[in-house]
């Protein structure tokens, strides 16, 4: 583990926590939301037949450090009507809900923040911090639009976690863990055992479990996708309606903190569908490392496939973006309350019943 | 039920279908023209910034009098005797310095009526398109291609001429009036010496 590893290194707990506990930040969080945004905007120009940014560096690859330098360079702005101590923690609450994520998800056997057995409740929990950090960041604006979106977002994070929940809980019931490192390390070897097409059991169960493992995870990414607010249920925002929502008054760092913050959960939730569906970091088909006889490959190659599952999930989430549009708040409601609940049930239900066979 | 299955499937399935279009778009090449380095085909018939030929303009003043917003100053000057013009590319002969020629962009209204009298096809619409300025004096286009110096040369050479052929009127009248008042002196002295010769 990186810890005992570090630990061994420096010889010092203090400093080793300290490393360990940096690391997803700046190897991870903060070239992940440069690439992504960038990435986001490019498959966005693509998908409507433009070319997006082309001007700063090849193609424009250097696009997102020039923002981040404008971004760094602005006053930091506090309009006088607001609630200043809760105007200025919002942000940091909102990052650090979707920071602390982090802490739980095993990047590769080697490198987890914390093995934690109830890693997968405590990435549910910690993530409501965002749901505080947004009502706080809405309230405190004293602006009508902000409060709305923060209304909004509070509404639709708390109703879509119940389908989340539902499909964690079959998971749970199905493979008996918490622990997100634990069900990764069960989807091992090849991808015929992936949870998506019926984990490690064999026979029948297996057979029969597919289908409701495919509906639930439609059903999970649908409600994660509402979690972190993001198109079709970006009712939160919603620039054509609320100027942009909870984080209509902030600029400069602080705006740059929830833009971090989003693209950071978009990651995390990517991969936690990855871990529950996809094996999280285990490669589909054996390591090179374990053919070679290196084993130090083997943790690369299993952040190489993580990273790999991860991105793939957000590149989905952005061409869900730029091909629905938003959902109506009524409908939003109707379409988590009358389809994915239900729906989730029955899942639960049925494997469980499956489950026990 | 049958129609909540049906919903549900549908949802699904039509977003499918939308996902599949823009997956498509996503391969297709853009449209976007990168213009400042990469300009955009004009259209045949264009109507941009006007340029003047002054080579072949004689100064005859009719875009000047076509023009609906009178953006167009000329001002010539007759040339004098033994001075030589040249001709213009369809054999006219010049006979006007052009002293003055100037276009102001910002009254213009690219109306293209200016180009269609000129009997020399000297004023024409050009590709350019992209000549904005602070300041609004600026988009008055000075088209002749006489030195300030000559301009007033010219004008000079005119008036001079002008002087001399008024003092040669002037000193002709006075010749005419000279003549014409001396000789009826001989001539009534004539006479007179006639009849008092008589």
Not at chain 1, 93 to 109: E, M, N, Q, R, V
Not at chain 1, 229 to 257: C, Q, W
Not at chain 2, 53 to 58: G, K, Q
Not at chain 2, 124 to 137: H, L
Request: one cysteine or more.
């Amino acid at each position: 583990m990186m810890y005992d590893w570090l630990y061994n290194l420096t010889g010092s707990e203090i400093l080793a926590m300290f490393i360990v506990s940096l690391l997803p930040l700046f190897v991870f969080i903060l070239p992940f939301a440069l690439f992504a945004v960038l990435m986001e905007r490019k498959v966005s120009a693509h998908m409507q037949d433009r070319l997006g940014p082309m001007r700063t560096g090849y193609h424009g690859i250097l696009q997102t450090i020039a923002d981040i330098i404008k971004l760094l360079q602005k006053e930091d702005l506090v309009p006088t009507a607001t609630d200043k101590i809760l105007f200025n923690l919002a942000p940091l609450l909102a990052f650090i809900g979707s920071y602390a994520a982090f802490a739980a998800i095993p990047f590769s056997g080697f490198f987890i923040g914390t093995k934690i057995d109830l890693g997968i409740i405590f990435i549910v929990g910690v993530t409501g911090l965002v749901v505080a950090g947004i009502l706080m960041a809405g309230w405190a604006s004293n602006n009508k639009y902000s409060l709305l979106g923060a209304m909004r977002a509070a509404a639709q994070i708390i109703s879509y976690e119940i389908p989340t929940l539902l499909i964690i809980l079959t998971i749970i019931m199905l493979t008996g863990t918490l622990s997100l490192y634990d069900l990764s390390e069960m989807q091992t070897a090849y991808f015929w055992n992936w949870l998506i097409l019926g984990g490690p059991a064999v026979g029948l169960q297996k057979i029969l479990l597919i289908p409701f493992m495919i509906m639930g995870c439609l059903i999970i990414y649908t409600s994660t996708l509402a979690e972190v607010n993001r198109t079709p249920f970006d009712i939160p925002e919603a620039e054509s309606e609320l100027v942009s929502g909870y984080h209509t008054e902030y600029s400069g760092m602080k705006f740059a903190m929830f833009f971090l913050a989003e693209y950071a959960n978009m990651f995390a939730v990517s991969a936690i569908v990855a871990i529950m569906f996809f094996g999280g970091y285990q490669s589909p088909f054996g390591y090179l490392g374990n053919t070679l006889g290196w084993t130090w490959l083997v943790p690369i190659e299993q952040f190489f496939w993580f990273t790999s599952k991860g991105l793939f999930f957000v590149f989905v989430q952005m061409w869900l973006r730029w091909t629905l549009p938003r959902f109506r708040v009524d409908q939003l409601m109707a379409f988590c309350w009358k389809y994915l609940i239900p729906f989730s049930f029955v899942i639960l239900l049925l494997v469980g019943l499956i489950a026990l066979m | 039920m049958r129609d909540y299955i049906y919903n549900f499937w549908q949802g699904l399935y039509t977003i499918l279908i939308g996902m599949k279009v823009t997956f498509k778009h996503l391969f297709v090449p853009a449209v976007t023209i990168q213009y400042p380095s990469v300009k955009p085909q004009m259209p045949e018939r264009e109507r941009n910034r006007l340029y003047v030929n002054m080579d072949d303009c004689i100064g005859c003043d009719q875009c000047a009098r076509a023009c609906p917003v009178n953006c167009i100053e000329i001002e010539t000057v007759k040339s004098i005797p033994g001075e030589d013009l040249g001709t213009t590319s369809n054999g006219k002969k010049k006979a006007l310095w052009v002293t003055t020629f100037n276009i102001d962009f910002a009254k213009c209204c690219y109306c293209q009526l200016c180009v269609f009298p000129c009997p020399t096809e000297c004023i024409y619409m050009t590709d350019v398109y992209e000549f904005s300025e602070f300041k609004r004096e600026d988009l008055v286009f000075d088209f002749v291609t006489l030195l300030p110096a000559e301009r007033i040369q010219k004008k000079k050479n005119f008036e001079e001429m002008q002087a001399k052929k008024e003092a040669e009127k002037i000193a002709a009248a006075k010749k005419a009036a000279a003549q014409a008042n001396k000789p009826p002196e001989p001539k009534q002295d004539k006479p007179d010496n006639k009849e008092e010769n008589i």
